[in-house]
Structure formats: structure tokens, C-alpha cells
């Protein structure tokens, strides 16, 4: 690791025995060695499950099942605002009861 422009710094991994370096800040090393290290994982079990499949085609496999996976979260993770201010409103009029009921009782 070597210091780059910046504050940016250096970074090696290898991926299917080629080595790389690239820079990001020194926050972000880590989950970029981690990336690395699970590209690596994903394009050998790529090119394991067949007999000649290259780098590039690997590349292309893993690429692609990782983007369909990021787009399958972010589909999962996205929010109805229509129904989660319903369900505000909801709370809101529960609270609202608890509190006329607790000062009926004074």
C-alpha cells in the first residue's frame, strides 16, 4: 500500500493470479480488499462449474450475477410511502386514544 494524490492510498490484490492496484481512500480499503477477495471467490467457482471458461466470460458471469443481486435488494428493500404513512397514521390516532384515556382517568 503506498500513498497516491489526495490522501488516496494504494491498493494490491490479486484476482485469478493477476495482480492489480488501484487507488480509494483509506476508508474504504478494507471492503475494497473484501471485494476483491469475493470477486476472486465467485469468478474461480465460475470457471470450476466448466471446462473452458475463461477470464472474461467468468468476469462476465459474476458481473452479471452481481448486479442482478444488488437490483434484486434494492427491489426488496424499497418502501411503499403510501402505506408507511398509513401506518404512521395509525400510531399517531393509537397514541392519541392512549393519551385522551389516561387523562379521563385524572
Same mark, same amino acid.
Request: with cysteine.
Given at each position: =500500500? ?6 488516496? #492510498? ?6 485469478? $493470479? ?21 470477486? $476472486? ?18 468476469? #462476465? ?5 452481481? #448486479? &442482478?443481486? =444488488? ?11 403510501? $402505506? #408507511? ?7 399517531? $390516532? ?5 393519551? &385522551?384515556?389516561?387523562?379521563?382517568? &385524572?
Amino acid at each position: =500500500m503506498s500513498k497516491t494524490a489526495q490522501g488516496a #492510498v494504494q491498493v494490491e490484490f490479486a484476482i485469478l $493470479d493477476r495482480h492489480y492496484k488501484v487507488s480509494c481512500l483509506p476508508e474504504q480499503q478494507g471492503l475494497l480488499l473484501e471485494a476483491a477477495k469475493e470477486l $476472486d471467490r465467485r469468478m474461480r467457482e465460475v470457471r470450476g462449474q466448466g471446462e473452458g471458461v475463461g477470464p472474461e466470460r467468468a468476469a #462476465v458471469m459474476v458481473g452479471l450475477n452481481a #448486479v &442482478f443481486e =444488488m437490483l434484486e435488494q434494492k427491489a426488496a428493500s424499497s418502501w411503499d410511502v403510501t $402505506d #408507511v404513512k398509513r401506518r404512521v397514521k395509525e400510531v399517531e $390516532d393509537r397514541l392519541d386514544r392512549c393519551f &385522551f384515556e389516561q387523562e379521563s382517568l &385524572f
